[in-house]
């Protein structure tokens, strides 16, 4: 697996696990790990999903340290890690990874629950969804 592939979210509330593995180039299963060991517990247990410093420690194990911004950008860097909201199906934080080839979505078709989840390259932040914040990669 390579830096910024499609990483399809295997766990109901994994998107922001997905997002870790593909700004990684690790797989699903061991970003979920590394995930699971700073909330404490399963990614779908407690509060489902994951805490913006969940994902922040989780990547400074791996020497990526992220600052979060409130502020929406045109041009984040690759490597942000973007939350965005909305409503159905997007009724909760969903979380997306900026990369070389535009967003990607480790849930693309979330409105056809019946079909396997895909991960997709899309341009823009999914249709009926705003931004909240952004964890944005940090260089030095």
């Not at 390579?2 to 180039?25: H, N, P, R």
């Not at 913006?52 to 045109?74: C, F």
């Not at 939350?83 to 969903?94: F, Q």
């Amino acid at each position: 697996m390579k830096k910024f592939d499609t990483v399809a979210q295997l766990d109901e509330w994994g998107c922001g696990v997905a997002c870790v593995a593909s700004l990684l180039g690790i797989s699903y299963r061991e970003a979920y790990w590394y995930l699971r060991e700073e909330k404490g517990e399963a990614i779908n247990r407690g509060t489902p999903g994951l805490e913006p410093h969940h994902i922040a420690l989780a990547l400074q194990k791996w020497k990526v340290k992220v600052v979060m911004d409130w502020e929406e950008s045109n041009d984040f860097p690759n490597g942000t890690i973007v939350c965005v909201e909305g409503s159905e199906p997007y009724d909760g934080c969903h979380y997306i990874l900026r990369t070389p080839y535009g967003w990607t979505d480790p849930w693309v078709n979330m409105d056809t629950p019946n079909e396997a989840r895909r991960a997709e390259h899309i341009e823009s932040y999914p249709e009926g969804t705003w931004f909240l914040f952004a964890l944005i990669p940090i260089t030095g």
